[in-house]
């Protein structure tokens, strides 16, 4: 096996993904303007020095309140992906790993569902679920991702149910459950890590998409769609807003869809 | 045409199914019309004349195949919201998303076909990262952005158009169109990207295969391997991909359809559910699935024709 | 007819030459047995006869000659002209190597596509004609049917028919009935020395199985580790072998006393 190198394409994707991450986390405790903080006398500013994106129609600070919103972007996305992965493996696992009528079934609601638009299902879920708040949209994007990490895993079990050292650990009378997770998992981590950077860029897309419609997040929260939602509306006197606020976004799914073309280009030349 | 009726009648099964499931949703959390519709003025008497009025007071069942009768003759209700049929609120806005949509199609597969074989040819050379990166960066692009940026440039800069007030589709065609336009464009960018890179890997899987050897070997120079032999055996997964697009499509029309202002289904559905103006956020729900599992149908029917090994009727 | 001096091919990911040093030549039609196990180089020879290595990823050398045309070290577009029109290739796996998407008349009539001026009709004139001549029951169905509608042996039929259809000099036929059942082995074999004779075309025959080359080639050479170990009439190979590779490969073979084949 030869050794697996660190592409161009991971590399630069880490460097973008970490910097724009750095960067939030240290907004999350400390932000250069108090981000909700109004100004009569600064209002309409073009980027300078003192106000990195320039400011508002209220003198708002508007790198600070990038910071602050990517901070719940990123909150959003985070908690969606970990859902969706983590029960999306849970059906997978036990669909692929058992097969039968139950697996069909469930496969054929999954195809069913993912031909379906996820800010539609998204939109959907949150019009049953109830009001339109952030743990809503945690919620309803968390249910629409678990059909696409259910599919990932339950190829990747089904195709190792039958392979040679599974066999040979039956044989051993190793239980169902010790198969599943010391056997079996680690295995699929392989496909798991692909899906997770592009679940996580759905994401942020969906959450972005849902709060710049005004059903997602809503103040006091503002998330990255919040805000160019908000920039729309002031988009003739300050188009400022909606640039930094839209290149935050394309930045921070082109970092993590670059990450996610590098592994799976380590994952080709490995193989 | 065996195997064609069978899909249809599939789909139509499958119609029969999601309409009931809909329905059986919508009854459960909508809560009791006749109630929101009297509101204060409620008293039990007045309540179940208008229940007994409305129809609710028979079993659901009954209901479920009145309403579906009701959604195939074109009754489909009342808006609570607007007050009118919703049908005739519905079809002007059907027009015009669907206008917006096959635009955006037309403009995904015009561009990213050609561009994915283009981008073929630069396989392995250094040209190919950079292309790759903008590839991801076309993906990553969120259409509503694009779509901020447009009507800034194009609409408050040049002047091409004016965002948030959309002409009507028949009296001013033209001037319509050159605003859907932009709002396509936007709308088709991420999908075109992410068609290219699908296309351009099934080209160089095809291009692995023992019959392109053959094709080679007969004499046939690069371009007749590819157009003779590679595109057409690339085709059906094309197919395929552009059928989900077609589904993916009206999904983002929602977002770009509200940044540009444009009175379609989106902003109606976006609207409804804000307002949980339930009626018609049904009869939406029904009429986009309707178009997803219709555009899957139709691309399976393509590829039948394309792939003769699809017409042994076993695989559906 | 066709002339191999000092052939060397070495891919550049590999240490070890594919094919190190071999020279070999066909007569006017004559059939020639090239024998070997897996990775002795014999395929990478035919490949590199009908030009279809990939040449920016390997090394050649040495001179392959058809009736003294240069086919190792010539243009893109000389090439073109040869394959098809001068050598005909017939491959391992017919169910792969055609086209699946590609009627298996049109596939047939592909060479003449590219190679002639002939009109739809004469075309498929010629097809049925050469379909026939391979021995295919009802050419007329075969020319509308689909590969995967046809068997394995009837397939293979029709790609050496879509080899010969423009009658070329050279057959090259690449271990063309190892992936065929043993009776319709025998009737392929047939077939071959059937065209041989009335067609007057040159064949080079690849494959592992020694019992099939003796029952065609009158001539045969044997490769080994990309090395040319012997050469001779079959006669002389089989019965009197030199090397200790060829002696060895001809023990191999299942006898009448033991587990009875061909």
Known sequence: ????????????????????????????????????????????????????FGTDRFGRDIFSRVLKGSGTTLAIALATVAIGAVVGTLVGAVTGFFGGVVDDALMRLNDALTAFPSILLALLVISIVGPENKYNVVLALGIVFIPSFARVTRTAFAGLRDANYITSARLMGASNGRILLIHMLPNTARVLLPAVTIGFNNAVLAEASMSFLGIGV?????????????????????????????????????????????????????? | MKYALKRILMLVLTMVIVSFLTFLAFELISGDPAEAKLGTEATPERLAALRHEMGLDRPFPVRYVSWLAGFVSGDLGTSYNYDMPVWELIAPKLEVTLCLCLLSFVLITAVSIPLAIWSYRWTGTAFDAVRTAFNQLCMAVPPFFTGILMSYFFGIVMRLFIPGDFPDLRTDFGEAVTHLFFAAICLGIPRAAMTVRMMRSTVIGEMQKAYVRTAISRGNDRRGVLTRHVLKNSLTSAVTFLGQTMAELIGGSVVVEQVFGIPGLGRLLVYSISNRDYPVVETLVVILAFWVVLAGTLADLINQRIDPRLRLGGAV | MLEIRDLHVKFHNR????????????????????????????????????????????????????????????????LRQIHGRKIGVVFQEPMSAMDPLMKVGEQVGEVLRIHTRMSKEERRARVLEVLQAVELSDPEAVYDKYPHELSGGMLQRAMIAAAIVIHPTLLLLDEPTTALDVTIQAQILELLKKLNAEWGISMLFISHNLNVVRKLCRRVAVMQRGELVEAGSTDQVFFRPQHPYTKRLIEAIPTRHGKETL
């Open chain 3, 15 to 78: 240490d070890r030459e594919a094919v190190a040093g071999i020279s070999l030549t066909i007569g006017d039609g004559e059939i020639v047995g090239l024998v070997g196990e897996s990775g002795s180089g014999k395929s990478v020879t035919a490949m590199s006869i009908a030009g279809l290595l990939p040449r920016k990823q390997c090394d050649l050398s040495g001179d392959i000659l058809l009736d003294g045309e240069d086919l190792l070290h010539a243009p893109r577009s000389a």
């Open chain 1, 1 to 52: 096996m030869r050794k697996r190198k660190i592409n161009g394409y991971l590399l630069v994707g880490l460097i973008i993904t970490g910097a724009l991450l750095l960067m939030t986390l240290i907004g999350a405790f400390h932000t250069p303007w108090d981000p909700n903080a109004m100004s009569a006398t600064e209002k309409f500013q073009a980027p300078s020095l003192a106000h990195l």
């Open chain 1, 218 to 271: 809503t103040p006091p929260d503002a998330s990255l769609g919040y805000l160019l939602k908000e920039a729309q509306s002031m988009l003739a006197l300050a188009p400022w807003y909606a640039l930094c606020t839209g290149t935050v976004i394309a930045l921070l799914v082109f970092g993590v869809g670059l990450i996610g073309e590098g592994l799976q280009k380590m994952d080709r030349e490995v193989a």
